[in-house]
């Protein structure tokens, strides 16, 4: 009978933590030389934050920690580490230049130290406790191999046991669901640190000598796109967490998913992102009841998802129309393919067709898992096709078909803007560089601008000066931004002052609580400057409460 080959073993790691550079180099130096003959590899970090990164991607079989290191110090670094399952078991040993007291050392013990190193570091100390380590990872690892092979044995042994057999499965669909969890946190930073990288390139282009106006407004552009791609990342977390827990209210209105579905795909005309496509589509009317902006979130992913994974000059074919007591919406590419295997899981949580960090496509993974519960909740549902790698994907909604409906008049557009000139505004926001930002932008756009950091500060500011609007942070620190806006109108000299509330929160909950608090309207950050400009027009224009 024959066996799987038995996989590699990988030598022990060693993991050193300091954030002065020249005792890093020291220790990792000094380890390096015993490498070899002990057969571990040596990595390093400058601080907890480093360290907790290398922990998510890597066993270790000891860590060399710093106590006194800026931000995260070593205990804090230490109680971090620790508080993961996966690392909870790692053996730490503190670095310290100082003579540990026995408080300091019951305060390491608690954060789950194994013992002390005091600098100068003897290497023949160091060695003697790095070797115990060492040698005690290569026997937990034999012992996991043992494991491993004892399983598959057991395995084997209990294949016709039904309910064994059941269990095992089941097992082993939580290890998978919780390996996968483990690569959407890498793939999210992942995902984060690329516009991160690109807002701070392009921000310090902005401010070196010599720059060109058009490198100017290159970067301008670049912070521009990638902040709006920050905020889709975070809008996609949110909504599924929201979602996946029942939080989403469906503002429902009888729509023809057809014109919904045209609209969206003159947006991705419009923007650029299908011009590399033939795109065909073949739209029948089919009515609806359901929220235009989740149907258009469903629409956009399905479409999103055939560009990501259908190389350039593919083609693209998007259909609706109806059948039986349903409105049928289709998405066929000639893309990749799904595999047979990954097909049942396309809709799971965090299931990508690739998951390499170095993908192409990019992404969190989670947009088809948003589709599948968006149409759940308007009473429909989705399916997924494919012929296999290179076969390309199909996928179809289905909605529950409504009766046909008479669009109602158009609404009146909104007054003009008070022709005596712009209203003055009150800024009230604690984050030093939002507020000055959005102060700015403001005065850019012909506003008169005051401000102020907190809300004991914004009351006196809006006492003195009885602005025209006030935008306020809800986040603010002592006197929060709900408080403010009670007492704003519980003042009858302020009472006045239309209010817009700043906030990073958006459920429905939310919007309920800041309209009690007597604010006009409510906005979500990061705030579009031309929605700003929009809703300041709108809520000047409306008669005082």
Known sequence: MSRDPVPKTEKPKILVVNDDANSLFALTSLLAQWAEQESYEVLAARSGQEALRQVLMHDFAVILLDVNMPGMDGFETAEAIHQRARSADIPIIFVTAFLADELDRLKAYQRGAVDFLFTPVIPQILYAKI??????????????????????????????????????????????????????????????????????????????????????QRAKKIIQRQSQHLGRIVDDLLDLSRAMSGKILLNRAALDLSALVAHTLETFRATGRSGDYELIQDLDPGWVDGDATRLEQIASNLIDNALKYTPPGGRIEVRTWTENDDVVLSVRDTGVGITADLLPHVFDVFVQGTSTLDRAQGGLGIGLSLVRRLAELHGGGIEAESKGPGGGSTFTLRLPRIEHQVAAPPAPPPAAEREAGKPSVLLIEDNDDGREMMAMMLSCYGYEVRHAEDGPRGLEAAARHLPDLALVDIGLPGIDGYEVARRLRADPATRGIKLIALTGYGLAEDLRRVLDAGFDRHLVKPVDIDHLMEVIGSCTAQPVK
């Open 131 to 216: 070797s115990v380590f060492v040698a005690l990872a290569v026997k937990n690892e034999e012992l996991k191999k043992q494991a491993r092979q004892l399983s598959q044995r057991t395995t084997e042994l209990t294949a016709t046991n039904k309910r064994l057999t059941r269990e095992i499965e089941e097992r082993q669909v939580a290890e998978r669901q919780n390996h996968a969890k483990d690569e959407f946190l890498a793939m999210l930073g992942h995902e984060l640190r690329n516009p991160l990288s690109a807002i701070s390139s392009a921000a310090s282009l902005i401010g070196l000598p010599g720059v060109s106006a058009d490198g100017v």
